[in-house]
């Protein structure tokens, strides 16, 4: 029923940016929060970063100033600007949303992820 799609993933250098963008579609009344996590082999998704439809911004201690998300309500998207990146932020990066289908039924969705690759 809803569907998240991200890009913009790809391979950097230390020091360098990458922006990555989620659209979500599908049968949609509403989003609430919408976010980016992030899993590296062997370990646990962890939570780099959330909005509220208001605006309200939380981060990971790991990325503060140096990530930054950021979305367009009408377009029902996120994005994750990244400067600054590191080796240890390679991870495969995954778009969320909590999502309020027209059926009026509240659940939450992810992408299918995009890779991200530092190298040092």
């Known amino acids: 029923q809803v569907q998240l799609v991200e890009s913009g993933g790809g391979l950097v250098q230390a020091g360098g940016s990458l922006r990555l963008s989620c659209a979500a579609s599908g049968s949609i009344f509403s989003i609430t929060t919408m976010g980016w996590y992030r899993q590296a082999p062997g370990k646990q998704r962890e939570l780099v970063a959330d909005?509220?439809?208001?605006?309200?911004?939380s981060y990971a201690d790991s990325v503060k100033g140096r990530f930054t998300i950021s979305r367009d309500n009408a377009k029902n998207a996120v994005y994750l600007q990244m400067n600054s990146l590191k080796p240890e932020d390679t991870s495969v990066y995954y778009c969320?949303?909590?999502?309020?289908?027209?059926?009026?039924?509240?659940?939450?969705?992810w992408g299918k992820g995009t890779l991200v690759t530092v190298s040092s």
């Open positions: 909005i509220s439809s208001g605006g309200v911004t």
């Open positions: 969320n949303a909590w999502v309020i289908t027209r059926d009026y039924v509240g659940m939450t969705y």
